[in-house]
Structures are given as structure tokens and as C-alpha cells.
């Protein structure tokens, strides 16, 4: 497994891929306290120049609390089109380009390749979201004062970090289903908001992934069943999906002409 | 080491194998010949674990290939006819992960024995086809396998690159190593194959040891380069005229093969007689080159 992790490491950094994610949400912790802090009053008094200003007071009037459920809301919206694009490839390229082969014909199992690609990109891709947040939750000190502490931030970028191991999982189930990476990148982000949007209608967020963001934002340390109902679900679903990538992939046929 | 009866293989309603039997024993160089299309890579996909048979058997190294797993399962070196890498890894750490340690003597080893132990440090994104082949054949030894299965190494190469892939072809064999590889360049298979097996249109025409092939046709051969073209029924007489065995039209000439010198005399004649101007006329030893044409066009 050592050679499987030390590969997909190697991939992660030489590819650009673990930078783009990075810079991507940095962009985002780094801009939304900008906006909210310069921009957002400077939009408002333009907009509203020449009539009652009281107002504008109570709109601007932003929180370092308030900052930080900003940025968490975005984040995963924009950041969810991000990965899911950037990481279309991680199996379906695979497949697509031929490249396990050669690794299969030298004994390599595909619980471990995939195992690898999970742990790799999955530990990334819980410490990028958390060193986001943390920035995020410094930069959005300095500009408008420290409010709460850091623990209910580290509690908050792992639950988005757990979602985003939900997305991965995703990813590299419809890859090697689709083969197909772009598609593969659609139908996460399909899967992803359908059932946010189908779960906020019906009212049953806390049964689905999307619960955990839910958790995420109130930043408030917990773990009773209001989280554990989520979580489980997100562990079920993840169980479920890589089950499915191994068996389709133990059915698959290899080395063929790819158009 | 390979037993192969009635494979059958079929796409979406297209049979690509149909019935196709092998048979490739332990140490021999086994040469896989056929045009484009023919059903190569096909089987050697089957064979090699990759692949799942629509019909028949197929056992390699001792293994059930329609009930494998895993290809991993077979320990076979494969090369595919267009080897994937990762081109941002060197080729060490190809080997390396490949080999799924980091014995580094190991890695060290092929490296020298494919000629890229300088380039070793290099990511194999800017290798050349040439090694890119050879990194394959080496990825392919790197579990020491008894059986290589290698698809058109040679193809697709400068004579340089060629030549140095059927090197390492003729060191495998020194080494004791079964090989099985496929190919359309029949030279390749002359110079170091012991058995050749020819396919077409997913059926295996012949299956002989080379020596064997060569010595079974001994007849000469006669390339006829005409000045004028020849009229079809007038190369139908020739075809039919006694000795001749078989005759092949190309575009610009037509090939005949014979059953002894003395029929020349009554080729020249016949010619003669029907007043073909030729430029060249010129006698050989049959090739496997001819046998291909002739198979293929027999088919």
C-alpha cells in the first residue's frame, strides 16, 4: 500500500492539483471578510446615496460570526464545482487513458488503488477546507475582531472536510461508471445538489449529507444525534459507493480502444 | 504454458475470435502474426487477464483465465501494444511502484538491462516511443515473470528502436523466459521467433515451429515485374500452367511460386509466347512475408 499512497501523493503535488484546490478555497476565506468588511458598505452607500442611510448601518453591520457562516455558505457552493472538476480524472482518466493496466498486470489490487486515491485526496481534502476555515477565522478576526475560538472552527472544517470525502467518493463512483471524466465532474455536482435541493423541499436535511453542513455552520462543538444521524448517513453512502466502484471495476474489461 | 482451445470473442455482436486455438510451450519465442484487425490484441488482452472470453478455454501458466479475478493473479509480464504511463513519475519510481517496493537493486537492474539507467531521473512524459517500449518490456520483468505477453513491441519504432527491442526479445529467451509476442513486421519474426502462429479475421490460419515453416517451403519464388499490365485471363493461364503452385497479383508485378526450378523455363516461355515485356524477373527463397500474403489472400 506504501507504494500505492506514495503514487498518488506524487500525483496530488506534480499534477497542480492539491495547489488549484488550495488557492481556491485560500481565494475564498481570504476575499469573503474583504467583501463583507470593504466592499459590501462601499456597494450599499453607492447604492443608496442621496436617501435614508439608517439602514445601512444595521445591513453592514457584520460579525466575525457572521463573516465565517458567509464564507462557509459559499465555499462548498463554489468549492463543490472546483473539486468536482478538478477531480473528474481521478478514476475515470484511469480507465479512460489506459494507465492501469500496466499496474493490474503487475498485481496491483484495486482496494488498494482506490483505497489510496481515497486516503491521499481524502486527507487533503479534509486539511484543505479546515486551513481555509482557520484563515478565514484569522483574517476575519483581524478585520472585524475576534469573536469565538478556534476550536469550533476546527469542529466546522471537519464536518465540510467530511462532505467533501462524501463528494470524492462520489467522483470516483460515477468514473468509473461514466469512464468519462467531465461527465463524471457533472453528475457529482448532480448528485451533490439533488439531493441538497430534494432534501431542503421535503425537509429531511439531517438525513442526508448536506445535514452536516447544516452542523458545520452553527460552529458549535456537539456530537449528539442530531449529528450522528448525518454523519452515519454520509459514512453509509461513502461505504456504499466505493463498494460499488470495486465491484464494477472487478467486472470491467481492460486495455480497450478508448474513443 | 499457454493452451488455448476454441476462443471466442465476440462485441456487441461482432465476433472478433471465432474458435481460435494456440498452443505456446515453456521457453520458445512465440511469434503472433496477422494483419490489422485480425484479432492480436484481442486475445493476448484475454490472455493476459484483461480480457473476458465470450467462449472456450484458456489456460495460462497453469491458470484458468475464464475463471481469474484478478490479472494480477496470472504473474505474467504484459506490454500492451501502446504502453500507458504516468508521464509526470521518472522511470525509477515507475518501476519502483510497479514492482510495489522499494527494492531499488531490483529497479536498478532493468533499468541498466533496458539501456535507461541515465535516464532514470527523467519523468516519462518526455521519453521517446522507443523507450517508452523498452521501460514497458522492463516494467514487464519487473515481477520476474517465466511468461512475457508483448503486444507489437517492435511497431511503431525507428530500426534503431526495433532493433534494440528484439534485443532484449532474444535476452528474455537466454534468460529462459517464454515469449509470447505479436506483430506485423515479419522480419522481426524470422530473426527470433522458434514458433509462428498466424491469425486472420479471428482464426488461427497456421501454427508451425519457423524452422519447420521454412523448410516446408523450400519451393522458389519468382517476382515478375511486367513493363505493361497483363491481362487477368492471361495471368489465370499462368496460374494454371503445370508446376506452379500459386500465383499473387500486386499492383505494378505478380509473384509465383514453384514447385522446382526446371518449371522457370515454362514460365519464361509462356511469357514469351504471350508477348509480356517484363523489366525484372528475379528468383528467391520463400519469406514469411509470402506466406502472410498467401494466407491472408487464401482467407
Given at each position: 500500500?506504501?507504494?500505492?499512497?506514495?503514487?498518488?501523493?506524487?500525483?496530488?503535488?506534480?499534477?497542480?492539483?492539491?495547489?488549484?484546490?488550495?488557492?481556491n478555497f485560500?481565494?475564498?476565506?481570504?476575499?469573503?471578510?474583504?467583501?463583507?468588511?470593504?466592499?459590501l458598505?462601499?456597494?450599499?452607500?453607492?447604492?443608496?446615496a442621496?436617501?435614508?442611510?439608517?439602514?445601512?448601518?444595521?445591513?453592514?453591520?457584520?460579525?466575525?460570526?457572521?463573516c465565517?457562516?458567509?464564507?462557509?455558505?459559499?465555499?462548498?457552493?463554489?468549492?463543490?464545482?472546483?473539486?468536482?472538476?478538478?477531480?473528474?480524472?481521478?478514476?475515470?482518466?484511469?480507465?479512460?487513458?489506459?494507465?492501469?493496466?500496466?499496474?493490474?498486470?503487475?498485481?496491483?489490487?484495486?482496494?488498494?488503488?482506490?483505497?489510496?486515491?481515497?486516503?491521499?485526496?481524502?486527507?487533503?481534502?479534509?486539511?484543505?477546507?479546515?486551513?481555509?476555515?482557520?484563515?478565514?477565522?484569522?483574517?476575519s478576526?483581524?478585520?472585524?475582531?475576534?469573536?469565538?475560538?478556534?476550536?469550533?472552527?476546527l469542529?466546522?472544517?471537519?464536518?465540510?472536510?467530511?462532505?467533501?470525502?462524501?463528494?470524492?467518493?462520489?467522483?470516483?463512483?460515477?468514473?468509473?461508471?461514466?469512464?468519462?471524466?467531465?461527465?463524471?465532474?457533472?453528475?457529482?455536482?448532480?448528485?451533490?445538489?439533488?439531493?441538497?435541493?430534494?432534501?431542503?423541499?421535503?425537509?429531511?436535511?439531517?438525513?442526508?449529507?448536506?445535514?452536516?453542513?447544516?452542523?458545520?455552520?452553527?460552529?458549535?462543538?456537539?456530537?449528539?444525534?442530531?449529528?450522528?444521524?448525518p454523519?452515519?448517513?454520509?459514512?453509509?453512502?461513502i461505504?456504499?459507493?466505493?463498494?460499488?466502484?470495486?465491484?464494477?471495476?472487478?467486472?470491467?474489461?481492460?486495455?480497450?480502444?478508448?474513443i | 504454458?499457454?493452451?488455448?482451445?476454441?476462443?471466442t470473442?465476440?462485441?456487441?455482436?461482432?465476433?472478433?475470435?471465432?474458435?481460435?486455438?494456440?498452443?505456446?510451450?515453456?521457453?520458445?519465442?512465440?511469434?503472433?502474426?496477422?494483419?490489422n484487425?485480425?484479432?492480436?490484441?484481442?486475445?493476448?488482452?484475454?490472455?493476459?487477464?484483461?480480457?473476458?472470453?465470450?467462449?472456450?478455454?484458456?489456460?495460462?501458466?497453469?491458470?484458468?483465465?475464464t475463471?481469474?479475478?484478478?490479472?494480477?493473479?496470472?504473474?505474467?509480464?504484459?506490454?500492451?501494444?501502446?504502453?500507458?504511463?504516468?508521464?509526470?513519475?521518472?522511470?525509477?519510481?515507475?518501476?519502483?511502484?510497479?514492482?510495489?517496493?522499494?527494492?531499488?537493486?531490483?529497479?536498478?537492474?532493468?533499468?541498466k538491462?533496458?539501456?535507461l539507467?541515465?535516464?532514470?531521473?527523467?519523468?516519462v512524459?518526455?521519453?521517446?516511443?522507443?523507450?517508452?517500449?523498452?521501460?514497458?518490456?522492463?516494467?514487464?520483468?519487473?515481477?520476474?515473470?517465466?511468461?512475457?505477453?508483448?503486444?507489437?513491441?517492435?511497431?511503431?519504432?525507428?530500426?534503431?528502436?526495433?532493433?534494440?527491442?528484439?534485443?532484449l526479445?532474444?535476452?528474455?529467451?537466454?534468460?529462459?523466459?517464454?515469449v509470447?509476442?505479436?506483430?506485423?513486421i515479419?522480419d522481426?519474426?524470422?530473426?527470433?521467433?522458434?514458433?509462428?502462429?498466424?491469425?486472420d479475421?479471428?482464426?488461427?490460419?497456421?501454427?508451425k515451429?519457423?524452422?519447420?515453416?521454412?523448410?516446408?517451403?523450400?519451393?522458389?519464388?519468382?517476382?515478375?515485374?511486367?513493363?505493361?499490365?497483363?491481362?487477368?485471363?492471361?495471368?489465370d493461364?499462368?496460374?494454371r500452367?503445370?508446376?506452379?503452385?500459386?500465383?499473387?497479383?500486386?499492383?505494378?508485378?505478380?509473384?509465383?511460386?514453384?514447385?522446382?526450378?526446371t518449371?522457370?523455363?515454362?514460365?519464361?516461355?509462356?511469357?514469351?509466347?504471350?508477348e509480356?515485356?517484363?523489366?525484372?524477373?528475379?528468383?528467391?527463397?520463400?519469406?514469411?512475408?509470402?506466406?502472410?500474403?498467401?494466407?491472408?489472400?487464401?482467407?
Amino acid at each position: 500500500m506504501r507504494t500505492e499512497i506514495t503514487k498518488e501523493l506524487q500525483y496530488a503535488i506534480r499534477s497542480g492539483r492539491v495547489l488549484i484546490l488550495l488557492a481556491n478555497f485560500l481565494f475564498i476565506a481570504l476575499l469573503t471578510p474583504v467583501m463583507l468588511k470593504v466592499v459590501l458598505p462601499m456597494v450599499l452607500s453607492g447604492q443608496l446615496a442621496g436617501e435614508a442611510t439608517q439602514g445601512i448601518g444595521g445591513l453592514t453591520d457584520m460579525t466575525q460570526l457572521d463573516c465565517i457562516r458567509n464564507y462557509m455558505d459559499d465555499v462548498l457552493q463554489i468549492g463543490a464545482i472546483i473539486i468536482a472538476f478538478t477531480l473528474c480524472g481521478l478514476t475515470a482518466s484511469e480507465i479512460r487513458d489506459n494507465t492501469w493496466v500496466l499496474p493490474l498486470c503487475a498485481g496491483k489490487r484495486f482496494g488498494r488503488m482506490v483505497g489510496a486515491k481515497l486516503l491521499v485526496f481524502g486527507v487533503l481534502m479534509v486539511l484543505i477546507p479546515i486551513i481555509a476555515l482557520l484563515v478565514d477565522y484569522g483574517y476575519s478576526g483581524l478585520l472585524f475582531g475576534f469573536e469565538i475560538g478556534a476550536l469550533p472552527i476546527l469542529y466546522g472544517g471537519l464536518l465540510q472536510g467530511l462532505y467533501v470525502l462524501f463528494l470524492l467518493s462520489c467522483l470516483m463512483m460515477w468514473g468509473v461508471l461514466l469512464k468519462k471524466p467531465i461527465s463524471a465532474g457533472f453528475l457529482t455536482l448532480a448528485t451533490a445538489f439533488g439531493i441538497h435541493f430534494i432534501s431542503s423541499l421535503l425537509q429531511f436535511v439531517e438525513w442526508t449529507p448536506s445535514g452536516l453542513l447544516a452542523h458545520a455552520n452553527k460552529l458549535t462543538p456537539t456530537l449528539d444525534s442530531t449529528l450522528l444521524i448525518p454523519l452515519g448517513m454520509t459514512v453509509l453512502l461513502i461505504v456504499l459507493m466505493i463498494t460499488l466502484t470495486l465491484s464494477r471495476l472487478k467486472r470491467m474489461e481492460w486495455n480497450t480502444r478508448n474513443i | 504454458m499457454i493452451t488455448v482451445k476454441g476462443l471466442t470473442k465476440e462485441f456487441d455482436g461482432f465476433r472478433a475470435l471465432k474458435g481460435l486455438n494456440m498452443h505456446v510451450k515453456a521457453g520458445e519465442v512465440y511469434g503472433f502474426i496477422g494483419p490489422n484487425g485480425s484479432g492480436k490484441t484481442t486475445t493476448m488482452n484475454i490472455l493476459a487477464g484483461l480480457s473476458h472470453p465470450t467462449q472456450g478455454e484458456c489456460t495460462v501458466n497453469g491458470l484458468d483465465v475464464t475463471k481469474l479475478t484478478h490479472p494480477g493473479d496470472l504473474n505474467i509480464g504484459y506490454l500492451p501494444e501502446d504502453p500507458k504511463f504516468y508521464p509526470w513519475m521518472t522511470a525509477h519510481e515507475t518501476l519502483g511502484y510497479l514492482s510495489g517496493t522499494q527494492n531499488n537493486e531490483r529497479t536498478g537492474e532493468i533499468l541498466k538491462w533496458t539501456g535507461l539507467l541515465d535516464a532514470r531521473s527523467r519523468r516519462v512524459g518526455g521519453f521517446s516511443r522507443g523507450m517508452k517500449q523498452r521501460l514497458g518490456i522492463g516494467a514487464a520483468l519487473i515481477r520476474n515473470p517465466q511468461l512475457l505477453i508483448l503486444d507489437e513491441p517492435s511497431s511503431a519504432l525507428d530500426p534503431e528502436g526495433r532493433s534494440e527491442v528484439l534485443r532484449l526479445i532474444k535476452d528474455l529467451k537466454g534468460m529462459g523466459k517464454t515469449v509470447l509476442f505479436s506483430t506485423h513486421i515479419l522480419d522481426d519474426v524470422e530473426r527470433v521467433c522458434d514458433t509462428v502462429g498466424m491469425i486472420d479475421a479471428g482464426e488461427m490460419l497456421f501454427e508451425k515451429p519457423l524452422a519447420q515453416l521454412q523448410k516446408e517451403n523450400t519451393q522458389p519464388i519468382f517476382d515478375i515485374a511486367p513493363v505493361h499490365s497483363v491481362e487477368p485471363n492471361i495471368l489465370d493461364a499462368l496460374e494454371r500452367l503445370a508446376g506452379v503452385i500459386t500465383l499473387t497479383k500486386s499492383e505494378n508485378n505478380f509473384t509465383i511460386k514453384v514447385a522446382n526450378n526446371t518449371t522457370s523455363v515454362s514460365v519464361m516461355r509462356f511469357l514469351a509466347d504471350h508477348e509480356i515485356v517484363i523489366e525484372s524477373f528475379s528468383q528467391r527463397k520463400a519469406r514469411l512475408e509470402d506466406l502472410f500474403l498467401q494466407g491472408v489472400s487464401v482467407k
